[in-house]
């Protein structure tokens, strides 16, 4: 993976309103941790970063070029807002040159699913152990030639050398089952539909005897 050289400065502000003027100013804030280092508050361009993102993925690797030298660092995690999806916060964790971490890398499923069969994804990343400045960006999960019933575990997937996977290699990645026929899915819908009368007739019922149980009101008192 390619280093991505990007520019970093200091951060003062803290707290939700420096956040907002650190945004508001074109940058991301961001905690810098990691090798036993205090934790230092920075902030990045967000357009360069946003850039590396959709071009390297979520494990980039970063080049951060900062007033006082560089440092070598990954996203370990991505705060976004959770309407506009715009990111918010970054925790970068320090890396060195030759050494081997722990990251979660995509799975991306190519091929098709045999006629009459539905593809059921159990993971969408897989835990890797591997060099910091050698992650890859995703592994490729070939479906082709697979059939009903036909399952991929962890240890199923390829790997580029020095890459190893980091938990269990027989958890289960993906499998294929048997497509619903169009009678189950009408069957399906039916039952649902009967669950939901059932249900509104039986609030409804309930509402009722409440109705009637409740005592009557007492006639005010005359003066």
Same mark, same amino acid.
């Given at each position: 993976?390619p280093?991505v050289?990007i520019?970093?400065e200091?951060?003062?502000?803290?707290?939700?309103?420096?956040a907002r003027?650190?945004?508001?100013a074109?940058?991301?804030?961001?905690v810098?941790?990691?090798?036993?280092?205090?934790?230092?508050h920075i902030?990045l361009p967000?357009?360069?970063?946003?850039?590396?993102l959709r071009t390297d993925g979520?494990?980039?690797?970063l080049d951060?070029q900062?007033p006082?030298?560089?440092?070598?660092?990954l996203?370990k995690?991505?705060?976004?807002d959770?309407?506009?999806?715009?990111?918010?916060?970054?925790d970068?964790?320090?890396v060195?040159?030759g050494e081997?971490i722990a990251?979660?890398?995509? +799975? =991306?499923v /190519?091929?098709?699913v045999v006629?009459?069969? !539905?593809?059921?994804q159990?993971?969408?990343?897989l $835990?890797?152990?591997?060099?910091?400045?050698n992650?890859?960006?995703?592994?490729?999960?070939s479906?082709d030639?697979l059939?009903i019933?036909?399952?991929?575990?962890?240890?199923?997937?390829?790997l580029?050398?020095?890459?190893?996977i980091?938990g269990d290699?027989e958890?289960l990645? +993906? =499998?294929? /089952?048997?497509a619903?026929?169009?009678?189950? !899915?009408?069957?399906e819908?039916a039952?649902?539909? $009967?669950e939901?009368?059932?249900?509104?007739?039986?609030?409804?019922?309930?509402?009722?005897a409440?109705?009637?149980?409740a005592?009557a009101a007492?006639a005010p008192?005359?003066?």
């Open positions: 993976m280093e050289r520019a970093a200091p951060r003062t502000e803290f707290g939700k309103g420096g003027r650190t945004r508001r074109g940058m991301i804030p961001a810098l941790y990691g090798h036993g280092t205090d934790a230092r902030s967000i357009r360069e970063f946003e850039h590396a979520a494990n980039v690797l951060l900062m006082d030298g560089s440092e070598l660092a996203p995690s991505i705060q976004r959770p309407i506009r999806g715009g990111i918010e916060h970054l970068l964790i320090l060195r040159r081997r990251v979660d890398v995509a +799975l =991306h /190519v091929g098709d006629s009459g069969g !539905m593809l059921d159990s993971l969408t990343t $835990a890797v152990n591997a060099e910091a400045t992650i890859p960006t995703s592994f490729e999960v479906i030639g059939q019933g036909d399952s991929i575990h962890a240890g199923q997937v390829k580029p050398a020095g890459v190893e980091a290699a958890q990645v +993906l =499998h294929v /089952v048997a619903p026929t169009a009678a189950q !899915m009408e069957a819908g039952g649902e539909a $009967a939901g009368e059932a249900a509104g007739e039986g609030e409804a019922a309930a509402g009722a409440e109705t009637a149980e005592p007492e008192a005359g003066e």
